[in-house]
């Protein structure tokens, strides 16, 4: 086998244009495939991030009404659905893959309810417990976070994130000051960002809408004073932390299921509670294109079976141009079997060599791609190893024409052969 090896590494280096020109295709077909493969992986891997972000594992769980998330800001009480009981929330917990439960009561936009002096606040409102900040990866910035006493004692306490300290509070610095929201005061005692926040990329209007994050900050305040400000029996939603993102789906559709089962009252009810499962959309939005990825890597092989085919051509010539030797070889008693290895070995040498410097040149091109275009990419392991072990078999199937061509030459007769 080494020596067979060595033979072929002489013959290609012997007739270096020559090779390079059959490999040729090879490397055309290996460097398009992990290019494509790159590519789709790259964007995956970004639709992905974009939707779930750094893995914080949050799965949301939110009331609607048929098909439509269920608006309380505009909205009256839902009829037939209660608040979430300590024997409901305990049944959450105790789902596998569940690590941490917190209910918390939101409202979108807040346009004229929520002032410092005279400049108006239009983000987010949200009343949360003590486990709302840790499952969305919270950290404190500046100031305090909320205290246990906060909760109990109904605090007017105030927690908020830096674009709202940006909107509300320019220039200064917002800890001690009073917000009014719903004209009860408000003290801001700390504010908060997300840790290792991630910031989605947009190469698009379509990414833009979809991903990008265009409040304008958030509030938060303890739970227990929810009802100073709105209506004391709403239904909460809930957020999740999975064990891990694979785990997301599974969680949020039993924690849906426990839900709308024990607190929407009434079978036929158009309410109903649904996890908001961004690992199946992301597989979606995925799956969107995997039918024109699909055909993009059939394209890109069809230069692999021109490359076999250029393989198979040149072997030809080479058995024509060694008869002699072949048979010089075999008049001194080589077995057919050690001529046919030596044309298949000298194939797959062929094709090997072309298959890793497609791989090299699929890369390059990945990487490329990705600068010029602004499109990610992300090189799969597996698909360089399938794509190099592809190359061996087009030299193996290509090669055996030529192999048992010259291991069923006569030696006599092809030592006559001038």
Known sequence: ????????????????????????????GIASIITIVSTIKGTNDQIKQNLIGIGTNAVEIKLYQDDYEYDLTYSPLPEGVVPVSPE????????????????????PYV??????????????????????????????????????????EYRKSAL?????????????????????ISSEPFTVVGVVAIRDAF????NSMED????????????FLPGTVWPMLYRFDEPECVVLKAGST???????????????????????????????????????????????NRQLIWIAGISLLVGGIGVMNIMLVSVTERTREIGLKKALGAKRRRILS????????????????????????AKAISAVMLTPTAVSIPAILIAVAFSIVIGVLFGIIPAVKASKLNPIDALRRE
């Open 1 to 28: 086998m080494f020596e067979n090896i060595r033979l072929a590494l002489q013959g290609i280096w012997n007739h270096k244009l020559r090779s390079l020109l059959t490999m040729l295709g090879i490397i055309i």
């Open 88 to 107: 409901t929330e305990q049944a959450l917990r105790e789902i596998d893959g569940v690590e941490k439960v917190s209910l918390y009561k939101a409202r």
């Open 111 to 152: 346009d004229g309810n929520v002032f410092y002096q005279n400049t108006p606040f239009s983000g987010s409102l949200i009343g949360i417990d003590s486990n709302y900040l840790e499952i969305y990866g919270y950290a404190l910035t500046l100031g305090r976070n909320f205290t246990e006493r906060d909760f109990k």
């Open 160 to 180: 908020i994130d830096q674009k709202a300290a940006t909107a509300l509070f320019p220039g200064e610095s917002p800890i001690g000051k009073t917000i009014e």
């Open 199 to 202: 910031t989605p990329t947009i």
């Open 208 to 219: 833009y809408w979809m991903y990008a994050d265009t409040s304008s900050g958030r509030i």
């Open 246 to 292: 694979e785990l997301m789906t599974s969680v949020g559709q039993a924690a849906a299921q426990i839900l709308t089962q024990n607190q929407v009252l009434g079978s036929g009810s158009k309410f109903s509670y649904q996890s908001q499962d961004r690992l199946e959309q992301a597989k979606q939005l995925q799956n969107l294109s995997a039918s024109t």
């Open 342 to 365: 030596q044309f298949l070995t000298e194939a797959s040498v062929l094709t090997s060599i072309g298959g890793i410097v497609g791989v090299a040149a699929g890369i390059i091109m």
